[in-house]
């Protein structure tokens, strides 16, 4: 079955340490892969798409084939990032969603 | 301003009383699509729309039913709703089903079924 897998519930760093957020996938072919991101009683909004390769708020995101993920990094977290994070096929199937805490 | 506006954006209801929750969108998308989210269980998809007229079901949609006669509005209604209904629901849209381009969800409305 095609599936996006978040293994961590909650994730819980101190301010200035590096994050990721592990996403892993199983899909027959070439995944379009994205990053949403829910802050604290907010919308989701779209954070990342892995086919632009780009950095926002200072978040990365590299698709390996070969180990099947999508891993979302930031090397120095920042206690604004605390929020949900979800990984997601381009067809809207969602993962389990990672809540990341970023302590002062 | 592009945007999917909701409503409402909170609402208390009792069993078995139907109700409506809308969406709409004013950037011409032809996708929409609900969600529910539950703790633990992060965002399960309802019922999408790939266009007018067309809807289909998601990972979860008994209890719901959904109707997309125009293109900027998708709502979703719950004909008898039932506590285990109780969650925060997101509606979404996109250019079109498998955009490369991502999806713009609304504020949500949270539900609670007593």
């Known amino acids: 079955a095609q599936r996006v897998t978040q293994p961590e519930k909650l994730l819980s760093v101190f301010k200035g340490a590096p994050v990721e957020l592990k996403c892993n996938y199983s899909?027959?072919?070439?995944?379009?892969l994205f990053w949403y991101v829910q802050y604290s009683r907010q919308r989701l909004q779209l954070l990342l798409r892995?086919?632009s390769r780009e950095s926002i708020k200072g978040f990365t995101a590299d698709l390996n084939k070969g180990e099947t993920s999508f891993h979302l990094k930031k090397p120095f977290a920042q206690e604004e990032d605390s929020a949900m994070y979800y990984c997601a096929f381009n067809d809207m199937r969602f993962g389990a969603g990672t809540r990341l805490t970023v302590k002062p | 301003e592009a945007q999917v506006t909701q409503n409402p954006r909170y609402l208390i209801t009792v069993t078995g009383k139907k109700l409506t929750v809308t969406c709409s969108q004013n950037?011409?998308?032809?996708?929409m699509s609900w969600y529910r989210q539950d703790p633990g269980l992060g965002l399960r998809q309802i019922y999408y729309?790939?266009?007018?007229?067309?809807?289909d079901k998601g990972d979860v949609p008994e209890g719901y039913k959904v109707s997309r006669k125009e293109k900027r509005n998708f709502p979703l209604i719950l004909e008898s709703p039932s506590p285990n209904q109780t969650s925060l629901y997101f509606c979404?849209?996109?250019?079109?089903?498998?955009?490369?381009?991502?999806?713009?969800f609304g504020s949500g409305t949270r539900l609670t079924v007593v």
């Open positions: 729309s790939m266009n007018v007229e067309v809807t």
């Open positions: 950037m011409n998308h032809e996708y």
């Open positions: 892995h086919i």
């Open positions: 979404a849209s996109g250019l079109t089903g498998g955009t490369l381009y991502g999806y713009t």
């Open positions: 899909y027959s072919g070439s995944p379009e």
